[in-house]
């Protein structure tokens, strides 16, 4: 078995027009970064894109927006893209926007074989519209149906050669779940170890849902908000 | 200057807001005015601040030079984190708020109405920018409160007989907060609890459209 790819653009080779792809991260933070620079080079179109938020003007997914290449995009929260609005309002994009709690679980249960849920979240709100509401124990909920893809881009701290990653700190976030939700997941790491480096109970994804693995070649890890408190004077 | 008025406003809301808190409560604390509550936690009580894009025990803002980009809270600004933080995925994340473990859910509203119904992530004709985390904050914390300013900065009333905007959830506050007043969502519609020092009850009953019950044992905001 061997799932290491020697580059980015090996590990998206063959990601095909109108595909459905996952895209890991929060914010800027976690993002695949060497992956969706390799897929804007492959010139792939019409993708319909997963993702909480579609990364800011210039950069992580906003780079995407930018060449053109997303037809549909899901997520929780597209604030930071101007270019956005103006693709939204000419009608190139389509944005589906759902409660971020939805999204993360739609994801999960598409992985672990479940096909619908029901939420509290967004019911009497217009994510509920066209969907069905059920009351158990006296409260509402809606049903929610599970979220696949094609695809999955994820980005980890640390990888081994069979794919079991370990993420750092707030990283994580959807990364875990995408691994499992899509038919192929590609994950990109900081650094990629021989099978046993990572002590096994501290696999927060395990290899079986990752398919192909590369090492990123550079990584700019970007903040989009830099807050910061003063040092006091002793 | 108006943001001087805005930002010493904002600093009561904030410091009432923070007095909700009580030793042991795990709270999410949304973007903008929410946030600052953290900076206000009554001596002796403990809080664990929760963030949703996978994070317990948030701590303050790195000193420069510190700030790390895996670390971040869900305002996707830079945090730290403190001894006993634990951090974990986004569907974890939404597990534990949807699973009603979170005793607090403290955000910003751009309406309120008598039910409690909240709307505070759409303005039809402008910019659609999404809901994030909101909808399932308000539908699962165990207790929600508003905290925002009475009323827009044109003078109109926030908070509604019923809600005008696209809503966030349905009856879901529980108390709102502003800089006139402290008021309880209860079965029988708004209850003004606390006035600001110097107001009537009347005078917050002219900033609200809402009709206000006044409470047996009117207060007057302590801070």
Same mark, same amino acid.
């Given at each position: 078995?061997?799932?290491?790819?020697?580059?980015?653009?090996?590990?998206?080779?063959?990601?095909?027009?109108?595909?459905?792809?996952?895209?890991?991260?929060?914010?800027?933070?976690?993002?695949?970064?060497?992956?969706?620079?390799?897929?804007?080079?492959?010139?792939?179109?019409?993708?319909?894109?997963?993702?909480?938020?579609?990364?800011?003007?210039?950069?992580?997914?906003?780079?995407?927006?930018?060449?053109?290449?997303?037809?549909?995009?899901?997520?929780?929260?597209?604030?930071?893209?101007?270019?956005?609005?103006?693709?939204?309002?000419?009608?190139?994009?389509?944005?589906?926007?759902?409660?971020?709690?939805?999204?993360?679980?739609?994801?999960?249960?598409?992985?672990?074989?479940?096909?619908?849920?029901?939420?509290?979240?967004?019911?009497?709100?217009?994510?509920?519209?066209?969907?069905?509401?059920?009351?158990?124990?006296?409260?509402?909920?809606?049903?929610?149906?599970?979220?696949?893809?094609?695809?999955?881009?994820?980005?980890?701290?640390?990888?081994?050669?069979?794919?079991?990653?370990?993420?750092?700190?707030?990283?994580?976030?959807?990364?875990?779940?995408?691994?499992?939700?899509?038919?192929?997941?590609?994950?990109?790491?900081?650094?990629?170890?021989?099978?046993?480096?990572?002590?096994?109970?501290?696999?927060?994804?395990?290899?079986?849902?990752?398919?192909?693995?590369?090492?990123?070649?550079?990584?700019?890890?970007?903040?989009?908000?830099?807050?910061?408190?003063?040092?006091?004077?002793? | 200057?108006?943001?001087?008025?805005?930002?010493?406003?904002?600093?009561?809301?904030?410091?009432?807001?923070?007095?909700?808190?009580?030793?042991?409560?795990?709270?999410?604390?949304?973007?903008?005015?929410?946030?600052?509550?953290?900076?206000?936690?009554?001596?002796?009580?403990?809080?664990?601040?929760?963030?949703?894009?996978?994070?317990?025990?948030?701590?303050?803002?790195?000193?420069?030079?510190?700030?790390?980009?895996?670390?971040?809270?869900?305002?996707?600004?830079?945090?730290?984190?403190?001894?006993?933080?634990?951090?974990?995925?986004?569907?974890?994340?939404? *597990?534990?708020?949807?699973?009603?473990?979170?005793? &607090?859910? @403290?955000? /910003?509203?751009?309406? %309120? =109405?008598?039910?409690? $119904?909240?709307?505070?992530?759409?303005?039809?004709?402008?910019?659609?920018?999404?809901?994030?985390?909101?909808?399932?904050?308000?539908?699962?914390?165990?207790?929600?409160?508003?905290?925002?300013?009475?009323?827009?900065?044109?003078? *109109?009333?926030?908070?509604?007989?019923?809600?005008? &905007?696209? @809503?966030? /959830?349905?009856?879901? %506050? =529980?108390?709102?907060? $502003?800089?006139?007043?402290?008021?309880?969502?209860?079965?029988?519609?708004?209850?003004?609890?606390?006035?600001?020092?110097?107001?009537?009850?009347?005078?917050?009953?002219?900033?609200?459209?809402?009709?206000?019950?006044?409470?047996?044992?009117?207060?007057?905001?302590?801070?």
């Amino acid at each position: 078995m061997n799932k290491v790819y020697a580059s980015a653009a090996e590990a998206v080779a063959g990601i095909p027009d109108g595909a459905t792809v996952m895209v890991g991260g929060f914010g800027l933070c976690g993002i695949p970064e060497n992956l969706i620079d390799a897929l804007i080079a492959t010139g792939v179109k019409n993708l319909r894109t997963i993702s909480n938020n579609l990364g800011i003007d210039g950069f992580g997914m906003g780079k995407m927006l930018e060449a053109g290449m997303i037809a549909a995009h899901t997520g929780s929260y597209v604030g930071e893209n101007r270019l956005l609005e103006s693709m939204v309002i000419a009608r190139t994009l389509e944005v589906t926007l759902i409660p971020q709690g939805t999204l993360a679980e739609r994801i999960r249960a598409a992985g672990a074989g479940i096909p619908a849920f029901f939420t509290p979240a967004g019911v009497g709100t217009v994510v509920a519209e066209g969907k069905e509401v059920r009351e158990f124990d006296g409260r509402s909920y809606v049903l929610e149906r599970a979220l696949p893809a094609d695809y999955a881009l994820i980005k980890a701290w640390r990888g081994d050669r069979l794919g079991n990653l370990v993420y750092r700190k707030t990283a994580r976030n959807f990364n875990p779940m995408m691994a499992a939700a899509a038919k192929v997941t590609i994950a990109e790491v900081e650094e990629l170890v021989e099978p046993g480096k990572i002590d096994p109970d501290h696999v927060i994804t395990p290899g079986i849902y990752v398919q192909r693995i590369v090492q990123g070649a550079k990584y700019e890890r970007r903040i989009e908000r830099r807050t910061l408190r003063e040092r006091q004077s002793a | 200057m108006p943001s001087e008025i805005d930002a010493k406003k904002r600093e009561r809301i904030v410091r009432r807001a923070a007095l909700e808190l009580r030793d042991g409560f795990y709270v999410n604390l949304g973007i903008g005015m929410p946030t600052l509550v953290a900076n206000h936690v009554p001596p002796g009580i403990e809080v664990i601040l929760q963030s949703e894009n996978g994070m317990l025990g948030v701590g303050p803002y790195p000193f420069p030079g510190e700030e790390n980009p895996d670390l971040i809270n869900a305002g996707k600004e830079t945090v730290t984190e403190l001894p006993g933080s634990a951090y974990f995925s986004s569907a974890e994340s939404f *597990a534990m708020i949807r699973g009603g473990h979170i005793n &607090l859910s @403290i955000l /910003g509203a751009m309406e %309120v =109405d008598e039910e409690g $119904t909240l709307a505070n992530w759409m303005v039809p004709g402008k910019v659609i920018k999404g809901m994030g985390g909101a909808m399932d904050l308000v539908a699962s914390a165990r207790r929600v409160i508003v905290t925002m300013e009475h009323t827009t900065r044109t003078g *109109a009333p926030k908070i509604l007989h019923r809600c005008t &905007l696209p @809503i966030t /959830g349905l009856r879901v %506050v =529980d108390t709102i907060i $502003t800089e006139m007043a402290v008021i309880t969502v209860t079965p029988a519609g708004l209850r003004l609890d606390e006035v600001a020092p110097g107001l009537t009850p009347d005078d917050v009953q002219q900033a609200t459209e809402a009709r206000l019950l006044i409470s047996d044992n009117l207060q007057t905001i302590t801070i």
